[in-house]
């Protein structure tokens, strides 16, 4: 696990356009966008996939995937000290590969590109599936991935924990940031999808019969305070993933589930422009934690060992 303390910038005392978090050509969280292009179902000037209240919380519209190709570019970055920053899976010439939660497919892409004669699943995706199943569900969906790979194929996810941390007591134990974790979970919890799988998803793996399972925990800096030039890039990465995707995921969550009762939408956008603030303070030191596991489908005289009674 990887507890080791991510070094502030000290010379990090800049206006927020000087240290590039808040780029003047960066699209507003509140500019709505014209319902009439797009099918779907509009509430609170958002466009989502379902009309049931225990469906997923994010939005299906530009503006939400603007945050999915920054969360892509974040995964990169947090993951740029590996040999192939797209899995850690050791998948050298897969035939074919399965993205799960694609978004608007740029990993696909990617990975198509490295790997263009693929076609059989030796490689199954999975990021950012936070909030889009329930227990339940989330077992049924790793049992299919588990009957669709082939005997060896890899099955790889990333996920991140909504809790805001630091090490340095830079965040006062009363600021906004501190409330983020706790209420989302709480408000996921009432949902029927909790939020905090990254506590959960290794034994999802494991209980679906994967074998040869591998995890990796690492702080995801919000934004460029770290000294360190690489986590300064993801930093600032990070913090635009969250600028540009708070709104979404919360006005879902916070109007249908919020705690002790559902919010208004003015009380949800009340709480965003507070966060805002809160994560652009450049004396705070804030991250999250991310983890990865992967983890392989084992060869048939594997499962029959294991499966021989023992004396």
Request: charged content about 25%; proline content about 8%.
């Amino acid at each position: 696990m990887s507890d080791f303390t991510i070094a502030p910038d000290p010379d990090l005392y800049l206006p927020a356009s000087a240290r590039g978090q808040e780029p003047e050509d960066w699209k507003s969280e509140t500019t709505s966008i014209a319902s009439s292009l797009y099918k779907g179902f509009i509430e609170n000037g958002r466009r989502y996939q379902t009309l049931r209240s225990s469906g997923y919380f994010s939005p299906s519209d530009e503006r939400q995937f603007e945050t999915y190709e920054v969360g892509h570019i974040l995964c990169l970055l947090m993951n740029i000290d590996q040999p192939n920053p797209l899995f850690n899976s050791p998948v050298t010439a897969p035939k074919h590969v399965l993205d799960i939660g694609t978004g608007q497919g740029s990993w696909a892409v990617d990975v198509a590109d490295m790997f263009p004669d693929a076609v059989k699943f030796d490689l199954i995706h999975l990021r950012h599936g936070i909030g889009a199943f329930s227990p339940e569900e989330w077992d049924n969906l790793l049992k299919q991935c588990y009957d669709n790979l082939e005997p060896g194929g890899w099955f790889e996810q990333i996920e991140m924990n909504l809790v805001v941390d630091c090490d340095d007591d830079s965040i006062p134990p009363d600021s906004i940031l501190r409330t983020w974790g706790p209420r989302f979970s709480a408000a996921g919890e009432k949902s029927g999808r909790p939020l905090d799988i990254t506590k959960t998803m290794r034994a999802t793996i494991e209980k679906a019969g994967f074998v040869d399972v591998h995890e990796k925990y690492d702080k995801w800096p919000i934004g460029a305070w770290p000294r360190d030039k690489s986590l300064k890039e993801a930093g600032l990465v990070n913090v635009q993933h969250w600028l540009a995707g708070m709104e979404g995921y919360s006005m879902y969550l916070l109007t249908k589930f919020g705690d002790p009762v559902p919010w208004t939408k003015e009380e949800v956008l009340v709480y965003i422009a507070e966060m805002r603030k809160a994560l652009k303070n450049p004396h705070y030191h804030p991250y999250q934690r991310g983890k990865r596991v992967w983890a392989r489908k084992p060869f048939p005289d594997e499962v029959a060992i294991k499966s021989e009674p023992h004396d």
